[in-house]
């Protein structure tokens, strides 16, 4: 049996996205659709006084204009911050307030997409407008929910002040991150058909489940009446978790007209209408004694919230996990702007947060005349530095070692812009990456067949990640089949529950259950076995049978292939639905994931902290002349437990250091201040890297055991490349130039 | 977008009386009138569709002059060798533009005619902009953010920059525009084809209703050769100019005896600096006087809000420009 897992297998559904045979949800066209597009406000924040529709129901294949007074009631459900199943607590559309630039005001439906986009634009609104301000106002935070409590948004161990006063050297600085938006390829899109009181809505999503929770509910339909479908997405980082306006609407439109109806939102309006990361500011007091050894390490994170949800994304729960100190304080704090709720995107708490704490450190060995990398070594740790429990595997310095070893640190000269290449101005930069491991209830059915074929469902997600092919080889692996025999079928609401696809939780926990599901298949099939009269196993105590890599294996060294014992039972076939339950998930935990919700167990629990953790370095050239930042080498070595699959692990891994260099040198929402409306809200000055742009990325994947987080040792990677790359690259800039740039994007004319 | 009459005549004369009718526009490569048509800032009633014009296809390299059809392809010409090596500043800010798919699409007449991509032109929901609504304000000096305009050639109407590369090196090259229209032919000069905004920033080009741009011409002389475009840009490619310039240089011997600068991403209307070619004239070339050269090319540049940066960038690019030309002048790259 060839090894199927810790291998590189090519994705099993890359040949149906590549001949265009992957059913995208926008790709579904029930009979007789029509088509919907949104006018959206050019206010940010006053009421509407009044909405003039008559030219745009007089255009050729309008079919109708929905407004907040004719569109049909839904019951408003919560944002996710609140607990809901929204991707805001606000629902646009219900009454004539409005909050943020962008938001839907009317909702055209049409004979073809361009009549409807045209009714769209020949609507207009009048308002009474207020004064509006898109950016947080930092002096205007508050700290999130409880105090007090490590656990909660605030921690305290030791005296941070003393610790800074004992310090050789210290530093007090401020890093700001600005607001990015979406961009991924497969718009926003979706398509409600209604048949009665029965609804099907195709959509891309990260968590078929709660959509189909909370359109019920919003509806008042009953689960089982609502089918949710979403097979392929083409990419959502976070764009596509909960349900977001666009989908209410055109759920709404739907029943309203009276046939079915397909939403494409346009690019601009993909900045309006979903959430994005919000912008922040972090704050940093460190201390070190003269070996670099933090004596205080103190880490206050602003983040920008709208003006109807609290949006959490802790990012210094994982900036304290990092480093040990005696002394430390960290504080989540939030500040009110006038958008629509921002969430996540790629390593939400993560990215902004080690921006400023790479950088951070970057500085304080810099004032030490310490090794950056050396600096990290003499704060390393193998306890959580505030909960006080080991980490379940921590592999951050061999990361350092490895990357070091690929990228030839060593050829650094530790002075400021003592490296040159002709016209270019040369700099090496490090930094830390990690991700927290969550842990996450799952269930997962796997049926399988005598003739050797498997069918694994689950109302997971592969949001293109490869999710399809990693449980098509766990699969395979436990039950002794190859991976082409194992036919993944996921993204449907009523298949067993899977958690959301965030937070580089699938592979682990969704993963864990397939696992599970396959063991079952082998006592199932040992029961069977060990009963016969005749066999291998024909009376062996089933519970002494185990089957390893499809191997069923008897006490004594008997033992009979699982696809031959099974074509030996009467059946012929067995099925078993498999569970992922950790110790550590509570009650609650578990039934929040299955009403729709994220019930993480992660990262730390009452024994372990669990995080992936990985280097990076990265060289950064400027041009004297044109002062053009640009990036000939990354490198980045990575710990995260098994990896399952060599192939879309590295893809992973290698499009996050990908972003992670947009996010240090492109993008960037930019805004217009007096009117409150963002001004590149499309990718022609949206930037992000282009093929000329990404040379050379060089990703290691460590091996690395870790017994403690899942039967499978899987940690996630989905996020883990984005989270040094930016830091890595400031910090290389100012390797290259003396120049310490605590914000994002650096660009060119910050270096003039 | 609206609905609109589609046109494609066979021959110049219908091609101009489909043209010169109100309402209607010409369309070559699209890539620029079709995306202001889905944004709703062009609404035209009728679109000329010029490319079954085939006299005006092609590109030629002759000995005393370059000549380009108004239809020929960024890309057809971006990628010409000979062109190369004989004008390499004529490929290089085609090369350097836009992306690929949009090069083979984009022909050059289109190309010099491009619009500004200043965001409040571009997007109707903003009430002011005299470029698009004349006489409802400017939302870029109305506080918005300026630090992508024009620090030279402004008014206190429009500050909108011409982002295009390509015209930057015919404006320094004394390149030359060839039209037809409803009044005869004519030949315009191509430092006057566009017109600075002033009080009137909706009026861009000389060009009347009608007049459709058969070729273009640039003259053959020797700081063609040793030229050279440079784009400073925030992304390697697919990016608009930051800041650019397009020069070149005669040398004799020692002396700088010819040179030409046009610059980029920094000026309302495809921009010669002339004082700044005088200044350097009849000097030596080295780093310091490259430098200066582009200091006196930005001397009258106001800066607006956030685009101080430009003067200092601006500068240092059209200096790193002239050293690379001064290295080809000498034979070397
Ligand atoms: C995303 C993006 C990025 C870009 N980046 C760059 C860049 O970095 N640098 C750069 O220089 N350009 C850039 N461009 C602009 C691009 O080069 C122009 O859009 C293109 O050259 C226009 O050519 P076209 O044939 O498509 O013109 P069209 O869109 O067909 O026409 C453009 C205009 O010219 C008029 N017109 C066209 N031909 C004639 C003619 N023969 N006579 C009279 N009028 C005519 C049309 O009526 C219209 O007003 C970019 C464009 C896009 C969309
Ligand atoms: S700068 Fe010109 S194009 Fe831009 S908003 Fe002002 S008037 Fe309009």
Same mark, same amino acid.
């Given at each position: 049996?060839?090894?199927?897992?810790?291998?590189?297998?090519?994705?099993?559904?890359?040949?149906?996205?590549?001949?265009?045979?992957?059913?995208?949800?926008?790709?579904?066209?029930?009979?007789?659709?029509?088509?919907?597009?949104?006018?959206?406000?050019?206010?940010?924040?006053?009421?509407?006084?009044?909405?003039?529709?008559?030219?745009?129901?007089?255009?050729?294949?309008?079919?109708?204009?929905?407004?907040?007074?004719?569109?049909?009631?839904?019951?408003?459900?919560?944002?996710?911050?609140?607990?809901?199943?929204?991707?805001?607590?606000?629902?646009?559309?219900?009454?004539?307030?409005?909050?943020?630039?962008?938001?839907?005001?009317?909702?055209?439906?049409?004979? =073809?997409?361009?009549?409807?986009?045209?009714?769209?634009?020949?609507?207009?609104?009048?308002?009474?407008?207020?004064?509006?301000?898109?950016?947080?106002?930092?002096?205007?935070?508050?700290?999130?929910?409880?105090?007090?409590?490590?656990?909660?948004?605030?921690?305290?161990?030791?005296?941070?002040?003393?610790?800074?006063?004992?310090?050789?050297?210290?530093?007090?600085?401020?890093?700001?991150?600005?607001?990015?938006?979406?961009?991924?390829?497969?718009?926003?899109?979706?398509?409600?058909?209604?048949?009665?009181?029965?609804?099907?809505?195709?959509?891309?999503?990260?968590?078929?489940?709660?959509?189909?929770?909370?359109?019920?509910?919003?509806?008042?339909?009953?689960?089982? !009446?609502?089918?949710?479908?979403?097979?392929?997405?083409?990419?959502?980082?976070?764009?596509?978790?909960?349900?977001?306006?666009?989908?209410?609407?055109?759920?709404?439109?739907?029943?309203?007209?009276?046939?079915?109806?397909?939403?494409?939102?346009?690019?601009?309006?993909?900045?309006?209408?979903?959430?994005?990361?919000?912008?922040?500011?972090?704050?940093?007091?460190?201390?070190?004694?003269?070996?670099?050894?933090?004596?205080?390490?103190?880490?206050?994170?602003?983040?920008?919230?709208?003006?109807?949800?609290?949006?959490?994304?802790?990012?210094?729960?994982?900036?304290?996990? #990092?480093?040990?100190?005696?002394?430390?304080?960290?504080?989540?704090?939030?500040?009110?702007?006038?958008?629509?709720?921002?969430?996540?995107?790629?390593?939400?708490?993560?990215?902004?947060?080690?921006?400023?704490?790479?950088?951070?450190?970057?500085?304080?060995?810099?004032?030490?005349?310490?090794?950056?990398?050396?600096?990290?070594?003499?704060?390393?740790?193998?306890?959580?530095?505030?909960?006080?429990?080991?980490?379940?595997?921590?592999?951050? #310095?061999?990361?350092?070692?490895?990357?070091?070893? =690929?990228?030839?640190?060593?050829?650094?000269?530790?002075?400021?812009?003592?490296?040159?290449?002709?016209?270019?101005?040369?700099?090496?930069?490090?930094?830390?990456?990690?991700?927290?491991?969550?842990?996450?209830?799952?269930?997962?059915?796997?049926?399988?067949?005598? =003739?050797?074929?498997?069918?694994?469902?689950?109302?997971?997600?592969?949001?293109?990640?490869? !999710?399809?092919?990693?449980?098509?080889?766990?699969?395979?692996?436990?039950?002794?089949?190859?991976?082409?025999?194992?036919?993944?079928?996921?993204?449907?609401?009523?298949?067993?529950?899977?958690?959301?696809?965030?937070?580089?939780?699938?592979?682990?926990?969704?993963?864990?259950?397939?696992?599970?599901?396959?063991?079952?298949?082998?006592?199932?099939?040992?029961?069977?076995?060990?009963?016969?009269?005749?066999?291998?196993?024909?009376?062996?105590?089933?519970?002494?049978?185990?089957?390893?890599?499809?191997?069923?294996?008897?006490?004594?060294?008997?033992?009979?292939?699982?696809?031959?014992?099974?074509?030996?039972?009467?059946?012929?076939?067995?099925?078993?639905?498999?569970?992922?339950?950790?110790?550590?998930?509570?009650?609650?935990?578990?039934?929040?994931?299955?009403?729709?919700?994220?019930?993480?167990?992660?990262?730390?629990?009452?024994?372990?902290?669990?995080?992936?953790?990985?280097?990076?370095?990265?060289?950064?050239?400027?041009?004297?002349?044109?002062?053009?930042?640009?990036?000939?080498?990354?490198?980045?070595?990575?710990?995260?437990?098994?990896?399952?699959?060599?192939?879309?692990?590295? !893809?992973?891994?290698?499009?996050?250091?990908?972003?992670?260099?947009?996010?240090?040198?492109?993008?960037?929402?930019?805004?217009?201040?007096?009117?409150?409306?963002?001004?590149?809200?499309?990718?022609?000055?949206?930037?992000?890297?282009?093929?000329?742009?990404?040379?050379?990325?060089?990703?290691?994947?460590?091996?690395?055991?870790?017994?403690?987080?899942?039967?499978?040792?899987?940690?996630?990677?989905?996020?883990?490349?984005?989270?040094?790359?930016?830091?890595?690259?400031?910090?290389?800039?100012?390797?290259?130039?003396?120049?310490?740039?605590?914000?994002?994007?650096?660009?060119?004319?910050?270096?003039? | 977008?609206?609905?609109?009459?589609?046109?494609?005549?066979?021959?110049?004369?219908?091609?101009?009386?489909?043209?010169?009718?109100?309402?209607?526009?010409?369309?070559?490569?699209?890539?620029?009138?079709?995306?202001?048509?889905?944004?709703?800032?062009?609404?035209?009633?009728?679109?000329?569709?010029?490319?079954?014009?085939?006299?005006?296809?092609?590109?030629?390299?002759?000995?005393?002059?370059?000549?380009?059809?108004?239809?020929?392809?960024?890309?057809?010409?971006?990628?010409?060798?000979?062109?190369?090596?004989?004008?390499?500043?004529?490929?290089?800010?085609?090369?350097?533009?836009?992306?690929?798919?949009?090069?083979?699409?984009?022909?050059?007449?289109?190309?010099?005619?491009?619009?500004?991509?200043?965001?409040?032109?571009?997007?109707?929901?903003?009430?002011?902009?005299?470029?698009?609504?004349?006489?409802?304000?400017?939302?870029?000096?109305?506080?918005?953010?300026?630090?992508?305009?024009?620090?030279?050639?402004?008014?206190?109407?429009?500050?909108?920059?011409?982002?295009?590369?390509?015209?930057?090196?015919?404006?320094?090259?004394?390149?030359?525009?060839?039209?037809?229209?409803?009044?005869?032919?004519?030949?315009?000069?191509?430092?006057?084809?566009?017109?600075?905004?002033?009080?009137?920033?909706?009026?861009?080009?000389?060009?009347?209703?009608?007049?459709?741009?058969?070729?273009?011409?640039?003259?053959?002389?020797?700081?063609?050769?040793?030229?050279?475009?440079?784009?400073?840009?925030?992304?390697?490619?697919?990016?608009?100019?930051?800041?650019?310039?397009?020069?070149?240089?005669?040398?004799?011997?020692?002396?700088?005896?010819?040179?030409?600068?046009?610059?980029?991403?920094?000026?309302?209307?495809?921009?010669?600096?002339?004082?700044?070619?005088?200044?350097?004239?009849?000097?030596?070339?080295?780093?310091?006087?490259?430098?200066?050269?582009?200091?006196?090319?930005?001397?009258?540049?106001?800066?607006?809000?956030?685009?101080?940066?430009?003067?200092?960038?601006?500068?240092?690019?059209?200096?790193?420009?002239?050293?690379?030309?001064?290295?080809?002048?000498?034979?070397?790259?």
């Amino acid at each position: 049996m060839a090894q199927t897992l810790n291998t590189a297998v090519s994705r099993t559904d890359a040949p149906r996205k590549v001949t265009g045979t992957a059913t995208y949800a926008a790709d579904v066209i029930p009979a007789g659709m029509l088509h919907g597009a949104l006018a959206t406000s050019s206010i940010a924040v006053g009421t509407l006084t009044g909405l003039d529709t008559s030219a745009a129901e007089a255009e050729p294949g309008v079919v109708a204009v929905y407004t907040h007074e004719n569109l049909p009631d839904y019951k408003s459900v919560k944002g996710f911050y609140a607990g809901g199943p929204g991707s805001a607590s606000f629902w646009p559309m219900e009454g004539t307030e409005i909050k943020y630039a962008g938001q839907p005001i009317a909702y055209v439906v049409a004979e =073809t997409a361009a009549a409807a986009r045209r009714g769209a634009q020949l609507i207009t609104a009048d308002y009474d407008s207020r004064p509006a301000d898109v950016h947080m106002d930092p002096a205007d935070s508050f700290v999130i929910g409880a105090t007090g409590d490590s656990k909660g948004m605030v921690a305290t161990k030791g005296d941070v002040p003393k610790g800074l006063a004992e310090a050789a050297q210290t530093l007090d600085v401020e890093y700001t991150t600005p607001f990015q938006h979406h961009n991924p390829m497969e718009m926003f899109a979706s398509t409600a058909e209604w048949r009665g009181d029965r609804l099907t809505v195709w959509m891309p999503s990260q968590s078929v489940r709660t959509l189909r929770l909370g359109i019920a509910k919003a509806f008042g339909l009953p689960e089982t !009446s609502v089918r949710v479908i979403s097979p392929f997405v083409g990419g959502a980082f976070g764009s596509k978790a909960g349900i977001t306006p666009y989908a209410m609407l055109t759920i709404a439109a739907a029943k309203a007209v009276g046939a079915p109806v397909r939403l494409i939102v346009t690019r601009p309006q993909m900045y309006t209408v979903a959430t994005f990361r919000p912008e922040s500011v972090q704050r940093f007091r460190l201390g070190a004694d003269e070996t670099g050894k933090l004596t205080a390490f103190e880490h206050i994170e602003i983040a920008q919230t709208s003006q109807f949800d609290v949006v959490t994304n802790p990012g210094t729960h994982i900036t304290r996990a #990092m480093y040990a100190s005696p002394n430390i304080h960290t504080e989540q704090r939030v500040a009110r702007s006038d958008t629509n709720t921002g969430g996540f995107m790629r390593a939400p708490n993560e990215m902004q947060t080690f921006f400023g704490l790479e950088q951070a450190m970057d500085e304080l060995a810099h004032k030490l005349g310490i090794d950056p990398v050396e600096m990290r070594r003499v704060n390393d740790t193998d306890r959580h530095p505030v909960e006080d429990v080991p980490f379940s595997s921590r592999s951050l #310095m061999e990361c350092y070692d490895s990357v070091s070893d =690929t990228f030839g640190w060593a050829d650094r000269t530790a002075e400021v812009g003592s490296m040159t290449d002709g016209d270019w101005l040369v700099g090496y930069g490090c930094a830390t990456a990690t991700y927290p491991t969550n842990i996450l209830a799952s269930n997962a059915r796997v049926r399988m067949r005598g =003739t050797g074929h498997a069918y694994i469902e689950l109302a997971a997600h592969d949001v293109g990640t490869g !999710s399809y092919t990693i449980f098509a080889q766990i699969a395979a692996a436990r039950l002794g089949l190859p991976v082409e025999a194992c036919d993944v079928v996921m993204g449907h609401g009523d298949m067993p529950v899977a958690p959301l696809a965030g937070g580089s939780g699938t592979a682990a926990s969704a993963g864990s259950a397939v696992h599970d599901a396959c063991l079952r298949i082998g006592r199932l099939v040992a029961a069977e076995v060990s009963r016969q009269p005749e066999g291998p196993l024909a009376g062996v105590s089933a519970d002494r049978i185990t089957l390893e890599d499809g191997v069923l294996r008897g006490p004594d060294g008997h033992s009979q292939s699982l696809v031959e014992a099974l074509a030996s039972t009467a059946t012929t076939e067995v099925e078993a639905v498999g569970e992922f339950r950790h110790p550590a998930l509570t009650d609650k935990l578990i039934r929040a994931t299955f009403s729709g919700g994220y019930g993480t167990a992660g990262p730390v629990t009452p024994e372990c902290a669990m995080f992936a953790f990985g280097a990076e370095m990265a060289e950064v050239h400027i041009n004297r002349w044109t002062h053009e930042i640009r990036v000939p080498r990354a490198h980045g070595a990575f710990a995260a437990g098994t990896i399952l699959n060599r192939k879309t692990a590295h !893809s992973q891994l290698m499009g996050g250091m990908v972003w992670g260099i947009g996010s240090a040198l492109h993008e960037v929402t930019e805004v217009d201040k007096p009117r409150a409306r963002y001004l590149n809200a499309n990718i022609a000055e949206y930037l992000v890297p282009v093929n000329a742009d990404i040379r050379e990325i060089r990703v290691e994947m460590l091996e690395e055991r870790d017994d403690y987080v899942n039967p499978l040792g899987v940690k996630g990677i989905g996020e883990l490349g984005i989270v040094g790359t930016a830091a890595a690259i400031a910090n290389a800039v100012h390797h290259a130039t003396g120049r310490r740039l605590r914000h994002l994007p650096i660009r060119m004319s910050d270096l003039v | 977008m609206r609905n609109f009459d589609y046109h494609r005549p066979a021959d110049m004369s219908a091609a101009i009386d489909a043209a010169r009718a109100e309402g209607a526009e010409i369309l070559a490569g699209g890539t620029l009138m079709v995306d202001l048509m889905k944004i709703g800032v062009r609404e035209p009633d009728a679109l000329v569709d010029i490319t079954g014009l085939a006299d005006l296809e092609g590109h030629d390299i002759g000995m005393d002059r370059i000549r380009f059809g108004a239809l020929a392809r960024m890309a057809d010409v971006a990628d010409d060798q000979t062109l190369k090596t004989a004008a390499p500043v004529l490929t290089e800010s085609l090369w350097k533009a836009a992306s690929p798919q949009l090069r083979q699409a984009a022909r050059l007449g289109g190309n010099i005619l491009q619009q500004t991509r200043c965001p409040y032109f571009r997007d109707t929901a903003y009430s002011q902009c005299n470029k698009r609504a004349p006489g409802s304000g400017c939302a870029a000096l109305d506080g918005g953010k300026t630090n992508l305009h024009a620090i030279l050639g402004g008014s206190d109407d429009c500050v909108a920059m011409y982002p295009g590369d390509w015209a930057q090196a015919l404006i320094a090259f004394d390149a030359e525009v060839h039209t037809q229209g409803p009044g005869g032919t004519r030949t315009i000069s191509f430092a006057d084809l566009h017109v600075m905004p002033g009080d009137t920033p909706q009026i861009e080009t000389i060009l009347e209703p009608g007049e459709i741009v058969k070729h273009i011409t640039v003259p053959v002389i020797p700081a063609l050769k040793a030229s050279h475009y440079l784009k400073a840009r925030d992304r390697e490619s697919y990016a608009f100019a930051s800041a650019s310039a397009a020069v070149g240089l005669e040398m004799e011997g020692e002396t700088v005896r010819d040179v030409r600068i046009g610059l980029g991403g920094v000026a309302a209307v495809p921009w010669r600096a002339r004082q700044a070619e005088e200044h350097l004239k009849g000097k030596s070339l080295t780093e310091e006087t490259a430098r200066e050269t582009g200091r006196i090319a930005f001397a009258d540049a106001s800066p607006l809000e956030g685009s101080e940066y430009k003067i200092k960038l601006g500068a240092d690019v059209v200096a790193g420009a002239l050293m690379t030309a001064h290295a080809r002048s000498q034979g070397g790259e």
